[in-house]
């Protein structure tokens, strides 16, 4: 949670605005930045951080920052000191300020980066907590840009391939309200004036256009309180379950999610391995990245292993593997290389995810396009409907 806390450095009195976990941490958090406090209040609700603005730590950059400098020879302290010094954003200069003093003062880097949980997930924190053992921090570094890079490129995937759908569906809902709310009035106008008995379903065409031409006000203000309301429904954390839970529900999609999620998991699973965490630690550390029944599941496979059953039969019966990833993971328990193999089922899983999103898109558009197409086309047709059958009365 977000904290604005009021300090006095020196002779200058101030506000600062911190992330802890609660305010006797954020309070603590400032002293040790060197300020004294006066006192800290949560920025807002629970129920509404989806408002709060805040700047997100960008890990992603520090971590590749962090490997240049170290591999350029610089020590951590001096890395640390050189990212801060360059650090132009507010909130990120004050992570890295609080890190170097957190060092300073003796702990660690992985228990200083405990202290700054929004900006540091604990997979990330566990993996540079095992090279602190060993000295290989570049190593954990480069495992971790290659993790979030194959993680970040399915992202990017999935978004890319439903930005042209969108844009049709929102393009193409746009001109029908167009036509229905500006094009059906006028006509119904001509067609006042001209008499005659029209077709049914240009009569119904042209009532529902002077229904929203007469209440469009009121129409707009129930269209904006809808939005408001479905916008502020799905910032509910149950709702957005109960939504997921749903969606799982539909045989191909449910399917598809259940892939993208296995391979999340295995590739944080492999990473955390290959970083030295032991199995039944790591498994714990990634279960947040599960859908809620699969975390059961995963609770239950975890409860397997520490009676002795093996991985890939603790997976099997808990429906948390497929049988390709079965055979890989009894490959990896005989080769005692288990978080390399883990990491090549993750990329196994997100092939076949990629292909899915290409056979999916490449049907989907063209038919998202018909059926546009064929509405416009019949609010058209049963606009010019009356002035067929008029130039079929005339000849």
């Not at 490129?153 to 978004?159: A, E, S």
Request: aromatic letters at 8%.
């Amino acid at each position: 949670m977000l904290y604005d806390i009021s300090v006095l450095r020196g002779k200058e009195y101030s506000s600062l605005r911190l992330d802890a976990i609660n305010e006797q941490m954020a309070l603590n958090h400032a002293k040790s930045l060197g300020y004294t406090v006066f006192s800290a209040k949560a920025v807002a609700d629970s129920r509404f951080k989806w408002l709060a603005r805040r700047e997100r730590f960008p890990l992603m950059l520090f971590s590749q920052e962090m490997l240049a400098l170290l591999e350029a020879g610089l020590n951590l302290m001096e890395a640390l000191e050189a990212l801060a010094e360059k650090e132009q954003r507010p909130e990120i200069r004050q992570t890295l300020q609080g890190l170097l003093r957190l060092l300073s003062e003796g702990q660690p880097l992985s228990a200083a980066m405990e202290s700054f949980p929004r900006a540091f997930p604990p997979l990330y924190v566990a993996a540079l907590r095992a090279s602190e053992k060993t000295g290989g921090m570049p190593e954990s570094l480069k495992r971790y840009i290659a993790y979030q890079s194959q993680v970040d490129q399915v992202k990017k995937k999935v978004i890319s391939a439903s930005i042209y759908p969108s844009m049709l569906l929102i393009v193409g809902g746009l001109v029908v309200l167009f036509l229905i709310g500006y094009v059906v009035p006028k006509f119904a106008h001509i067609y006042d004036d001209m008499g005659g008995d029209l077709p049914f379903l240009s009569q119904l065409l042209l009532a529902l256009g002077g229904f929203i031409e007469s209440h469009g006000v009121a129409l707009l203000i129930g269209a904006a309180v809808f939005m408001s309301s479905f916008i502020f429904l799905l910032s509910l954390k149950t709702v957005r379950a109960n939504l997921l839970e749903l969606i799982w529900r539909i045989p191909a999609v449910g399917e598809r999610m259940r892939i993208y999620q296995l391979s999340r998991f295995y590739r944080s699973l492999g990473m955390l391995l290959i970083a030295g965490i032991p199995i039944l630690n790591a498994m714990k550390m990634v279960s947040g990245l599960l859908a809620p029944a699969m975390r059961i599941r995963l609770q239950a496979a975890s409860e397997q292993v520490r009676q002795g059953q093996t991985i890939s039969a603790a997976m099997e019966l808990n429906a948390l593997s497929t049988p390709v990833a079965l055979r890989m993971l009894r490959v990896g328990e005989r080769s005692g290389m288990m978080g390399e193999m883990m990491e090549r089922i993750a990329s196994f899983y997100d092939e076949e995810t990629a292909r899915w999103i290409d056979w999916f898109t490449k049907l989907f558009e063209p038919l998202l396009m018909l059926a546009i197409g064929c509405v416009i086309g019949l609010v058209v047709l049963m606009l010019y409907m009356p002035i067929f059958d008029l130039a079929g009365s005339i000849q």
